[in-house]
Nanobody
Framework: QVQLVESGGGLVQAGGSLRLSCADS????????MAWFRQAPGKEREFVAV????????YYKESLNGRFTISRGDAQNTVQLHMNDLEPEDTGVYYC???????????????????WGQGTQVTVSS
């Protein structure tokens, strides 16, 4: 059973940084793209970033303006999200996703992804 486990969330002041990590404990998703989504209170889950299996392709939510960086670990079964210059609007539960059903299309859509982590809370205070 594939299990994605996120870590690294927390409370940070505006302008600060956090690094989120997600690990595929079964090591069966090394050939899958991996992505981060987030969900703010009262809002729908939204796409944040995606990375290809070997880390050669990345794509981000446009409005992030370069503040976030997605990367994969050496073992390919982990993915990180480095978040800099955080804003209160970045507050939400951040979810890791893997197992994209349609190749490199529809990556921003939640239904594209087969596996989800349990989420980690990120709170940015003003």
């Amino acid at each position: 059973q594939v299990q994605l486990v996120e870590s690294g969330g927390g409370l940070v002041q505006a302008g600060g940084s956090l690094r989120l990590s997600c690990a595929d404990s079964t090591r069966t998703l090394t050939n899958s793209a991996m992505a981060w989504f987030r969900q703010a209170p009262g809002k729908e889950r939204e796409f944040v970033a995606v990375i290809s299996p070997r880390g050669t392709y990345t794509y981000y939510k446009e409005s992030l303006n370069g503040r976030f960086t997605i990367s994969r670990g050496d073992a390919q079964n982990t993915v990180q999200l480095h978040m800099n210059d955080l804003e209160p609007e970045d507050t939400g539960v951040y979810y890791c996703a893997a197992g994209n059903r349609y190749g490199l299309t529809y990556l921003e859509t939640t239904t594209t992804w087969t596996y989800w982590g349990q989420g980690t809370q990120v709170t940015v205070s003003s």
